[in-house]
């Protein structure tokens, strides 16, 4: 009986410790960022910006605890100075994470939600476009986006 309490009280902790390193707090390094369209072909478009800009792969993204996330980066960067890009707020729900910007329009509105899996020191964030965002979107092409981070 001891022996299962025991038992049960390891389970509880491992699953803690493993359940609390699923995070997206942190510091982030952009590894891919893949466009699928529909006709499921790929187009990594953080491997053509490494290419231009090298400076590039030294960005990090950070999600702050308090719902903060922002980009920082050691200088500018290609065209952009991305330190001083606005600050975002993010909020995670289950599997499902909602980045705001109200500094940065888009065609889509202020809000991306994204799905995310965690595996290891990696989140794959991948949002699957509706048929509305689509029509909002220059290429209407695009199924899906699905950026790679790895943590720093």
């Known amino acids: 009986m001891l022996t299962k309490k025991i038992l049960g009280i390891c389970i509880v902790m ?3 410790k493993i359940l609390a390193a699923q995070t997206i707090v942190g510091a982030w390094k952009t590894i891919s960022n893949v466009v699928v369209n529909k006709d ?12 231009q800009w090298p400076c590039m792969a030294n960005l990090q993204t950070i999600f702050e605890a308090n719902g903060k996330q922002y980009v920082k980066s050691e200088k500018k960067c290609g065209p ?15 599997n499902s994470i909602s980045i705001t910007n109200t500094g940065i329009p888009t065609p889509l509105g202020n809000t991306a939600v994204y799905q995310v ?3 290891g020191k990696t989140a ?9 965002e689509q029509s909002k979107l220059q290429n209407s092409k695009v199924k ?6 790895q943590r720093l």
């Open 40 to 51: 499921d072909a790929k187009k990594d478009l953080t491997a053509l910006q490494f290419k």
């Open 14 to 16: 491992t699953m803690s």
């Open 80 to 94: 952009v100075d991305y330190s001083r890009l606005p600050t975002s707020t993010w909020k995670m729900n289950g």
């Open 144 to 149: 899906e986006i699905v950026i790679t981070y």
């Open 124 to 132: 794959v964030f991948t949002h699957v476009y509706t048929p509305e």
């Open 117 to 119: 899996a965690f595996s």
